[in-house]
């Protein structure tokens, strides 16, 4: 899975409305410490998980 700058922009900003249905901030800080999802990639605009 592929999350660049703007998709965070998107979820968090954009479309706050919409956090019932989408991911929220919290969301993307749970990618870090969740033990079953590994960060294969990450530069400044994009992260890659697996």
Partial sequence: MGIDKEDKLMY????????????VAEDFENLNCDV??????????VEFFI
């Avoid at 079953?36 to 605009?45: D, L, R």
């Fill in 12 to 23: 968090k900003d954009i479309f706050p409305e919409m956090a019932e249905f989408r991911w």
């Fill in 36 to 45: 079953s999802i590994y960060k294969i990639y990450s530069s400044k605009k």
